[in-house]
């Protein structure tokens, strides 16, 4: 089972440059996040997106535009990227239907490595 | 507001110690806890949960008992594997928000020397 899957792996981009990470999960959720883990910080939430069509700001939106494309797959995107962009991004997903509050725990994928130079 | 505080690390313990890693969280509901671990180089992988007052999660030989009073959910294990070496993240879930979003500790390395 594939799960939730990121990519790329590992990128090094220059200040200023765009990117978009892709993230796909195959297990029919509704629910999409993304993550972002510094040393000593934890994971803070950037965006999520409750349902297919819909998108909201977390923590930390500053600096990020993400896209609900369809039910399966939730990119992020940087526009220009500046050095303390620099993390590792980690999508996730959960069964959270739509209309109803949920405690469903989220799956999580192997992680981007994003460096900024 | 929503938050996790765990114990800071590293950890390092040997082969078949007992380990306990402590949490703590402040929620504005009646949130649902979680113990996330991350091995070297891959994404959280959910290791246990409770969601409700003196639930017990256990899996892998690891147990956190929500405790609604000390508003506590320590990580614990009897005996612990070199394999169990990671880092392990405390995370809430507050079902009023909405947002099914998790809420992190900071994580803890612990390290298990043979």
């Known amino acids: 089972n594939a799960g939730v899957t990121q990519t790329p792996k590992f990128q090094v981009l220059k200040t200023g440059q765009s990117m978009t990470l892709q993230c796909a999960q195959d297990m029919n959720h509704n629910s999409m996040y993304w993550y972002r883990q510094d040393p000593g910080m934890g994971l803070r939430l950037i965006y999520y997106s409750a349902s297919e069509g819909t998108t909201d700001k977390g923590e930390v939106p500053n600096g990020y535009n993400v896209s609900r494309l369809n039910k399966r797959e939730f990119s992020l995107r940087l526009e220009s990227a500046a050095p303390s962009q620099t993390s590792v991004y980690f999508c996730?997903?959960?069964?959270?239907?739509?209309?109803?509050?949920?405690?469903?725990?989220?799956?999580f994928g192997d992680g981007t490595r994003l460096s900024i130079l | 507001g929503n938050s996790v505080t765990q114990m800071e690390g590293p950890v390092t313990l040997s082969e078949e110690a007992f380990l306990t890693i402590n949490c703590t969280y402040t929620a504005t509901g009646y949130p649902s806890l979680f113990w996330y671990v991350q091995y070297p180089g891959e994404g959280l992988q959910l290791l246990l949960k409770a969601t409700k007052a003196d639930d017990k999660g256990s899996n892998k030989g690891f147990e956190a008992t929500y405790r609604k009073e000390t508003t506590s959910f320590h990580l614990e294990k009897g005996s612990v594997q070199v394999s169990d070496s990671a880092v392990y993240f405390c995370a809430l879930i507050d079902p009023q928000t909405g947002a099914n979003n998790l809420f992190f500790g900071t994580g803890t390395r612990l390290t298990v020397i043979p």
């Open positions: 996730a997903s959960s069964d959270h239907p739509p209309s109803q509050l949920s405690n469903q725990p989220q799956h």
